[in-house]
């Protein structure tokens, strides 16, 4: 079950890292983000997820949705408060440490971002490719990836030859092929009509009924009451869980 705090821990041993997620795999504990131009986007946010949970993020344009994942792979750092994912602390994780925890969370963007010159096999070995895996081992985990987004007879396509919604399963399938436990996704859903956005939506249940703890951020009301899921959401870089 996801605990919120509207923007206010209400005390101070909700800030202790082990008081309030001891269980969670992913906990914001009084997270405020500035960013250099002193826009806030951020303020104060506290937020428990659980291991296999699925939580959308909603809210306005510019409300803070991709600043909160940001912070969650490391793009970006929390100005203040800690930000806690799978018993890291991302507030002081550099280097090798920060790749690896990297590597324990898949990711998934609107765009794709999917290599255009390589082909549906090849963008989804790459992330293996690029940590060492050997050719045996990738080749072992390629198919069941593929399969769980329903794309194993694309293999061989180019990005270009594909629609919007193959390519963003090709990405999930990308984000997924390292077995990560949790999953990010920036409004996957995008840039899709409202038949590959539900199509998309199913396979992250599918991949949550697996046991990874997957949190999505969405403008896509109708989405979230199909899906049934727990919703937090940001406005103006305050944290709310809106009555249901
Ligand atoms: N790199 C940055 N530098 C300065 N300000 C930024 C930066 N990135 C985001 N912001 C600002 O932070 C606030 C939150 O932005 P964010 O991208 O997190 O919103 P969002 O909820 O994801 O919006 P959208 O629904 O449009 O994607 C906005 O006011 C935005 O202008
Ligand atoms: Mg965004």
């Known amino acids: 079950m996801t605990q919120v705090f509207n923007g206010q821990p209400?005390?101070?041993?909700?800030?202790?890292?082990?008081?309030?997620?001891?269980?969670?795999?992913?906990?914001l504990q009084g997270v405020t983000k500035t960013?250099?131009?002193?826009?806030k986007a951020l303020v104060n946010v506290s937020l428990d997820i659980k291991r296999g949970?699925?939580?959308?993020?909603?809210?306005p344009s510019g409300s803070g949705k991709s600043t909160l994942?940001?912070?969650?792979y490391g793009e970006e750092r929390a100005s203040d408060g800690d930000v806690l994912v799978d018993?890291?602390?991302?507030?002081?994780?550099r280097g090798d440490r920060l790749s690896q925890l990297r590597r324990r969370i898949g990711i998934?963007?609107?765009?794709?971002?999917?290599?255009?010159?390589?082909?549906?096999?090849?963008?989804?070995?790459f992330v293996l490719w690029a940590q060492g895996l050997p050719r045996k081992e990738i080749h072992r985990r390629l198919q069941p990836a593929l399969k769980m987004v329903g794309l194993t007879h694309k293999a061989n396509c180019f990005p270009e030859q594909l629609s919007g919604g193959e390519q963003q399963r090709v990405s999930i399938a990308r984000a997924i092929v390292g077995t990560p436990p949790i999953l990010l996704a920036d409004e996957p859903t995008g840039?899709?009509?409202?038949?590959?956005?539900?199509?998309?939506?199913?396979?992250l249940k599918k991949l949550n009924s697996v046991g990874i703890t997957v949190i999505v951020t969405t403008h896509d009301e109708s989405l979230i009451r199909l899906s049934?899921?727990?919703?937090?959401?940001?406005?103006?870089g305050y944290l709310y869980r809106p009555k249901l």
């Not at 209400?10 to 906990?27: G, M, N, Q």
């Not at 960013?35 to 826009?39: A, P, Q, V």
């Not at 949970?53 to 809210?59: S, V």
């Open 108 to 125: 998934v963007f609107q765009d794709y971002k999917l290599i255009p010159r390589r082909t549906v096999l090849e963008n989804v070995a």
């Open 87 to 93: 018993g890291c602390n991302l507030s002081t994780l």
């Open 69 to 72: 994942l940001k912070l969650l």
């Open 228 to 236: 049934n899921h727990p919703t937090v959401q940001l406005r103006n």
């Open 191 to 203: 840039n899709l009509d409202p038949d590959n956005s539900w199509q998309v939506i199913k396979i």
């Open 53 to 59: 949970d699925f939580l959308f993020i909603t809210g």
């Open 35 to 39: 960013y250099e131009n002193g826009s």
């Open 10 to 27: 209400s005390s101070a041993t909700d800030r202790s890292p082990r008081a309030s997620s001891a269980d969670a795999i992913v906990s």
